[in-house]
Structures are given as C-alpha cells and as structure tokens.
Nanobody
Framework: VQLQASGGGLVQAGGSLRVSCAAS????????MAWFRQAPGKEREFVAV???????AYSDSVRGRFTISRDNAKNTVFLQMNSLDAEDTANYFC???????????????????WGQGTLVTVSS
C-alpha cells in the first residue's frame, strides 16, 4: 500500500489543523492506521492509532486535543489537531499495517508502510 500525507502547514499556537493520509489499494478497511511525528532533533514518536474496527488510542501528550478518524470509502485517515502549541511542531507521518497487534500498535517497528510526512509548524 502507498500512503500520501498532506495538510501540514503553519498555524498559530492555540489553533487547529487537520492532516490527511490517503492510501492506495482496495483493502484499506483491513489496515490499522497510525500517526507518528518527529520533531527537529528528536526521535520519531507515536501520536495516535485507529484500528480496522475503529478502536483508537492516543499518546498522553495529545489525548484530549487530537482526534484520529478514518473514511474507508475514501481510503483516508485524518488527524484533527486542536489547541496546538509549539511542542506539536514536527513532521507528521502516517503508517499502515494489516498485522499489528494491540500490544504493539504504538511501536513504529510494527508498521510496514509509511507515508512521506507532512510538516506542521506551530508558531508561539
């Protein structure tokens, strides 16, 4: 499967932004989709995940501010980001897996397919 992330940009602190990830293929609904991010000088970290059955999970740093969702008819996963602050500045990557288990879904090593990333910059 090929993934194409989009929607990044510059936003002021306190603002909102929605990033999207479009996937190729006819079996999108079978995939667990996740968002990771990598800030300058830092390691890539888990942000949010939505399983094929709609179950979601979030990192502690974004829970309550970010919402992950999916539209299986459009082969797209979204990440709605609200109350953004400078700490959210990063390159956001989407990832996909058909085989990830619940206990591993926060681990980037569990995902075989990755998009190219979309840059989100939050100005303070």
């Amino acid at each position: 499967v090929q993934l194409q992330a989009s929607g990044g940009g510059l936003v002021q602190a306190g603002g909102s932004l929605r990033v999207s990830c479009a996937a190729s293929g006819r079996t999108f609904r079978e995939y667990t989709m996740a968002w990771f991010r990598q800030a300058p000088g830092k390691e890539r970290e888990f942000v949010a995940v939505i399983r094929y059955n709609g179950h979601t999970a979030y990192s502690d740093s974004v829970r309550g501010r970010f919402t992950i969702s999916r539209d299986n008819a459009k082969n797209t996963v979204f990440l709605q980001m609200n109350s953004l602050d400078a700490e959210d500045t990063a390159n956001y990557f989407c990832a996909a897996s058909r085989t990830v288990i619940v206990s591993a879904m926060r681990s980037e090593s569990a995902y075989a397919y990755w998009g190219q990333g979309t840059l989100v910059t939050v100005s303070s």
